[in-house]
């Protein structure tokens, strides 16, 4: 379940989502930007931080995990890196952290060493709660979708259509819902799951989430698809993938590349191409990546 790169583009490109689950802050709270920094010393990577606006000190940082299975070290492991973070960047406001899970009640391990950090900092988001009601927001009913029994995956699309009808706030989560299934079920044709959440395959390749991160993906699939055979094919095919995918992210963060740059990139081997899609997640701009081409170009 590709549900870490899921994550990142779902609050890359709108990352004032998650003010939908702090519900203190103040009524114009916004303007929020959304990364996913390496710490250093054992490249330690937090699977997402929104960044409150220059102008609006008053606002949180909000520090994001999401931990879909049990990990009996996650909760020490968590304070650590939140402890890490506000280390290496000198951190002098306030800040919060969200866990994106199944249930609280898994194995994330001893609560006492941390309890002052769970009690004080640490909010759950449940997309199974263990006391048998639904997620409490439209948008964590729409992420439940990677953990609900597949017979269930179409009542809970409905019942999020149905609540757009007078809620705004599942109408904007509404058109994620391609990408949240096909992040679970990436290993079933388009029109299955068009079936299993009662769209039409137009109104799942139309949509923006699609586009913009399973699109992609599909495109690579495809690729993939065609080398099949002989090893050395489906590497070649794995390659053109990946380089495609690539490329396309990296116009989006650091604009237009230059033919020159292009065929930089074309000309790497998968091994490094699959690093370059992994670095630019943190890229700002192109001297981000002239810099990286330079040290692993």
């Given at each position: 379940m590709a549900s870490d790169k899921l994550f990142f583009f779902l609050f890359q490109n709108n990352p004032d989502l998650i003010l939908r689950w702090l519900e203190d802050l103040p009524a114009d709270a916004g303007g929020y930007s959304f990364s996913a920094p390496v710490l250093k010393e054992r490249e330690y990577r937090l699977d997402g931080l929104f960044a409150p606006p220059p102008e609006r000190p008053d606002l949180p940082a909000v520090i994001l995990e999401a931990q879909m299975a049990a990990d009996p070290g996650f909760l020490l492991r968590l304070y650590a890196e939140t402890a890490r973070f506000l280390q290496q960047r000198a951190w002098n406001g306030d800040w919060r952290v969200v866990v994106i899970c199944p249930h609280r009640e898994l194995n994330f391990g001893n609560r006492e060493p941390v309890h002052e950090f769970l009690e004080h900092r640490l909010q759950w988001i449940e997309l199974q709660p263990r006391n048998g009601q639904?997620?409490?927001?439209?948008?964590?009913?729409?992420?439940?979708?990677?953990?609900?029994?597949?017979?269930?995956?179409?009542?809970?699309?409905?019942?999020?259509?149905?609540?757009?009808?007078?809620?705004?706030?599942?109408?904007?989560?509404?058109?994620?819902?391609?990408?949240?299934?096909?992040?679970?079920?990436?290993?079933?044709?388009?029109?299955?799951?068009?079936?299993?959440?009662?769209?039409?395959?137009?109104?799942?390749?139309?949509?923006?989430?699609?586009?913009?991160?399973?699109?992609?993906?599909?495109?690579?699939?495809?690729?993939?698809?065609?080398?099949?055979?002989?090893?050395?094919?489906?590497?070649?095919?794995?390659?053109?993938?990946?380089?495609?995918?690539?490329?396309?992210?990296?116009?989006?963060?650091?604009?237009?590349?230059?033919?020159?740059?292009?065929?930089?990139?074309?000309?790497?081997?998968?091994?490094?191409?699959?690093?370059?899609?992994?670095?630019?997640?943190?890229?700002?701009?192109?001297?981000?990546l002239e810099a990286w081409l330079a040290v692993h170009g």
């Open positions: 639904p997620p409490a927001t439209p948008l964590a009913l729409a992420l439940s979708l990677l953990l609900q029994p597949e017979s269930q995956v179409r009542g809970v699309s409905d019942a999020l259509r149905e609540q757009a009808l007078s809620d705004t706030r599942a109408a904007e989560v509404l058109p994620l819902i391609p990408a949240i299934v096909l992040a679970r079920f990436s290993d079933r044709p388009l029109s299955e799951i068009c079936e299993m959440v009662g769209i039409t395959l137009e109104d799942f390749t139309n949509s923006r989430a699609y586009q913009e991160i399973y699109g992609l993906g599909l495109a690579e699939g495809e690729v993939r698809g065609e080398a099949r055979g002989e090893a050395r094919g489906e590497a070649r095919g794995e390659a053109r993938g990946e380089t495609k995918v690539t490329l396309r992210l990296l116009n989006r963060r650091c604009g237009t590349l230059s033919a020159a740059t292009s065929a930089r990139i074309q000309a790497l081997p998968l091994e490094q191409l699959e690093a370059l899609a992994e670095a630019l997640l943190d890229f700002a701009g192109p001297a981000d």
